[in-house]
């Protein structure tokens, strides 16, 4: 079983919304912190926006203040990523990702367990 689902990515135009969500099936008693990065084409993987499991601190990248929200539902194993103003920038691959390291990471290398990747794809 994929420890992480992510689901929600599509197609749209520049200044629309999307949300994006991520599913844990499985426990998640070791997770401290989600997040969510992105991939795009012939780059590396970049920070989006984390979140605490317990508490809820956030913390995001530059490029997406004020304009993407990160939140989550404990009892639905869920962390959502509510994208709004969407800029052709933005496009890349997203990934959910999740930690037990303590704090708000912001490096790949920092998180343990990883979901599928879903496509977001903002035309101008």
């Known amino acids: 079983q994929a420890p992480l689902v992510a689901s929600g990515g599509g197609l749209v135009q520049a200044g629309d919304s999307l949300r994006l969500s991520c599913n844990a099936p499985g426990r998640t008693s070791d997770f401290n912190a989600m997040a969510w990065f992105r991939q795009a084409p012939g780059k590396g993987r970049d920070f989006v926006a984390a979140?605490?499991?317990?508490?809820?601190?956030?913390d995001y990248a530059d490029s997406v203040k004020g304009r993407f929200a990160i939140s989550r539902d404990t009892a639905k194993n869920t962390v959502n990523l509510q994208m709004n103003s969407l800029k052709p920038e933005d496009t890349a691959v997203y990934f959910c990702?999740?930690?037990?390291?303590?704090?708000?990471?912001?490096?790949?290398?920092?998180?343990?367990?990883w979901g599928q990747g879903t496509q977001v794809t903002v035309s101008s």
């Open positions: 979140i605490t499991w317990n508490v809820g601190t956030t």
């Open positions: 990702a999740a930690t037990p390291t303590v704090g708000l990471p912001d490096r790949a290398g920092d998180y343990r367990y």
